[in-house]
């Protein structure tokens, strides 16, 4: 992913949920903290079922 691909004011751009799932310890938050050191518009959220 190239820092270029970020959205700007003249172009729209479609939200895409991105699903991070693995098992404890299998680098989840790894890949969250280098996405959004990349990309400004990059969100997090967690969610969890029992």
């Known amino acids: ?3 270029d691909a ?3 004011a003249d172009r729209a751009v ?3 949920p991105v699903i991070l ?3 404890s310890g299998g ?3 790894t890949i969250r903290r280098e996405l ?3 990309r400004a518009d ?3 959220s967690v ?3 029992t």
């Open 14 to 16: 479609d939200p895409v």
């Open 21 to 23: 799932s693995s098992p």
């Open 42 to 44: 990059v969100g997090y």
């Open 1 to 3: 992913m190239t820092p």
């Open 47 to 49: 969610s969890v079922t």
């Open 36 to 38: 959004q050191a990349l």
């Open 6 to 8: 970020a959205p700007t």
């Open 27 to 29: 680098g989840k938050t």
